[in-house]
């Protein structure tokens, strides 16, 4: 067997038998260096030699996962929740539930895609934000998987399209950086404005889905026990507009200082085109400010980071398994069995390439950590077959983000889960994980094939 082949197909099986994930990467890359012909000795090379090349975007997570934690101690994810609690209230009164239902679903929306550029905290905003939303969903019997797959598209969608924050880092240094890696010994470069034109497509497929999520799927009334057992309209607005009343007082400084950081993080990065250099600047406005205690400094950045470590440590593996692949010197024969597989039919190769992709993202649980391994493998093949740069960005970006929303070990579903499951009534598997692989996946597969096709 192909060592590559071999060596995804280990690191998916033990990614589904919910071993670690860099345990599943390090054990694949020896297994895959092992059949390879590289020996031991070489295969510790070759993946030792890999590990830089995720460095910069694990650190860029660990600034970030810093910064976040920074943030959440000024107040203002507090602030925004609380505010919010009292719009809805007051909406609440006027006998306008379905005009509520789509309001809370839409800032839900745009507070994910805040959470990838504008105020890079990622996840970390949904057990803020969400759990006090929960009275007002229950009342309105808002199905929850519908909210999950609407946090979801904010998460994902928005960093594949839009090249800041996030998805700098996606489109950018992951994208763009290995497929002109992998591409110069094939003659393929591509530049940055392609990226966003080229996962256009994809992402309104899983606009698509979404919506049908919304309006379809999950549109009617789910039942969810009430906190405090009210069924009176006018008595939960009253009770959401005293707690919205009810929370701590945040100085006027505070809450202008953690704006001035969120303004400048934004504009550093912006400038310097470095996820890492905008962190650091929005922690150390933070920290000057007063935030926290100077002497707590250190021991927030600390905690921050750990928040991150581990997708940080994800994607470095990740970059060795992908160093190793290389070193075997097998890509070229897996490219020609594929193509002599496939023959000479361009949507068949463009259809398993998504299909591969979608496999082995769910199993890794990260697009982000997906990309090194894919392009390897599909760059080759898209030259192969003539697809064209637009096209090849489209596969390849598409096939990472494939699994990612639908995927257990994802941070896509792990956040969702962690806001609308704090009382219990939201399963991670059958409430976030099942909904979000269908109304995703699906229009993933599609719309990255039509993209493939046509572009």
Known sequence: MNAIVLAIVIMFVLSLLRFSVVLAVVIAAIVGGLVGGLGLAGTVEAFNKGLGDGAQVALAYAV???????????????????????????????????????????ILWIAAVFSQNLIPVHIAFIPVLVPPLLKVTNYLQLDRRAAACVLTLGL???????????????????????????????????????????????????????????????????????????????????????EAHAMPAIKPRTLIMASLAIVLTLIAQLYSGSMILGGLVGFAVLSAAGIFKWQE????????????????????????FASVMTATGQVDSLVNS??????????LAALLMLLVGLFVTVGIGSSFSSVPVLVMIYVPLCVQFGFSPLATIALVGTA????????????????PTAGLGVDGQHDHIWDTVVPTFIHFNIPLVLFGWLAAMYL
């Open 338 to 347: 594929v193509v002599h597989l496939i023959g000479a039919s361009k949507g």
């Open 297 to 320: 400094a250190d021991d927030v950045f600390v905690a921050g980071m750990r928040m991150m470590a581990l997708v940080g440590f994800i994607m470095i593996a990740a970059a060795g």
């Open 64 to 106: 970030l996962g810093a910064f976040a934690l920074a943030l959440s101690r000024s107040g203002l994810p507090d602030l925004l929740a609380h505010q919010l609690l009292g719009l809805l209230g007051h909406e609440a009164s006027i006998h306008r539930q379905k005009f509520i239902k789509y309001l809370l679903l839409g």
């Open 400 to 415: 990472a983000a494939l699994g990612d929303a639908g995927s257990p070990a994802s941070d896509s579903t792990l956040g």
């Open 156 to 242: 994902v969608g928005t960093y594949m399209l839009l090249p800041v924050g996030f998805g700098a880092i996606f489109l950018n240094e992951l994208l763009l950086g290995n497929i002109n890696k992998v591409g110069a010994a094939y003659g393929l470069q591509v530049e940055r404005w392609m990226m966003p034109a080229a996962m256009a497509i994809p992402v309104a497929g899983m606009t698509v889905g979404t919506l049908v999520a919304v309006f379809v799927s999950y549109r009617k009334p789910r039942q969810y026990q009430t906190v405090d057992g009210s069924h009176d309209l006018g008595q939960m607005a009253q009770t959401l507009e005293q």
